[in-house]
Structures are given as structure tokens and as C-alpha cells.
């Protein structure tokens, strides 16, 4: 079994910047990639981005490319999503997703392991 616990939500004004963290505890070995999901009220869950437990493959959903950055430290088992330029239409509560199948996926279904979730609320 493996736990997930985030941390780092909060509110923000658009342009901001917030990370959010994602700590494994458990049987950290047996997975094989990490994701952050979001899901705004009356949404279904979606994916954000993805990346390898060891092989440092990362991957983004189009509506974050190039202001959000996931990034893993193993020696910590954390997991870290740094967003920036902040828009309203990113407030969602984010949570971390964890797989242990070899294969990368943005499908929430997929995912073995989830954190509680963290709230992010972008005003204008």
C-alpha cells in the first residue's frame, strides 16, 4: 500500500504562483509514475500532468503547458507541482495520483493510489 498526503493550496490572484507537494509513504518502489489530477466543482476529474518514480518522463495536459512544472525528489518521496501565471480557470481542487502499472496514462481510472486533495483558488 502506498499513502499520498499534498500539501501547498491556498488562494491566489491571477498571475500568481502557488507548488503543491505530494508525499509517498509505504511501498514507494512499486510505482512507476506519479500524476496530478484537478476536478472544479460540477467538472469531472481531469489530468494535469504526470511523471516517471524513476525515469523522469514527464507529460502535460495542453491547458498547462508551459506555466505549470511537475518535478520528483525520490530521496524525499515527493513530488512537487510548481504553477505559474495562475489563471481563474485553474481553481480545483488538484490531487495526487500515484500508478504502479508500467505505462503512463491521464486517464483518472488508471491510477492505483490518491491523496485527500488540495483546494487552489485563482481569483481575478
Known amino acids: 500500500q502506498v499513502q499520498l498526503v499534498e500539501s501547498g493550496g491556498g488562494e491566489v490572484q491571477a498571475g500568481g504562483s502557488l507548488r503543491l507537494s505530494c508525499a509517498a509513504s509505504g511501498r514507494t518502489s512499486s510505482l512507476f509514475v506519479m500524476g496530478w489530477f484537478r476536478q472544479a466543482p460540477g467538472k469531472e476529474r481531469e489530468f494535469v500532468t504526470a511523471?516517471?518514480?524513476?525515469?523522469?518522463?514527464?507529460f502535460y495536459a495542453d491547458s498547462v503547458k508551459g506555466r505549470f512544472t511537475i518535478s520528483r525528489d525520490n530521496a524525499k518521496n515527493t513530488v512537487y507541482l510548481q504553477m505559474n501565471s495562475l489563471k481563474p480557470e485553474d481553481t480545483a481542487l488538484y490531487y495526487c495520483?500515484?500508478?504502479?502499472?508500467?505505462?503512463?496514462?491521464?486517464?483518472?481510472?488508471?491510477?492505483?493510489?490518491w491523496g485527500q486533495g488540495t483546494q487552489v483558488t485563482v481569483s481575478s
Open positions: 511523471i516517471g518514480w524513476s525515469g523522469g518522463n514527464t
Open positions: 495520483a500515484a500508478d504502479e502499472k508500467i505505462h503512463y496514462s491521464g486517464d483518472p481510472g488508471h491510477y492505483d493510489y
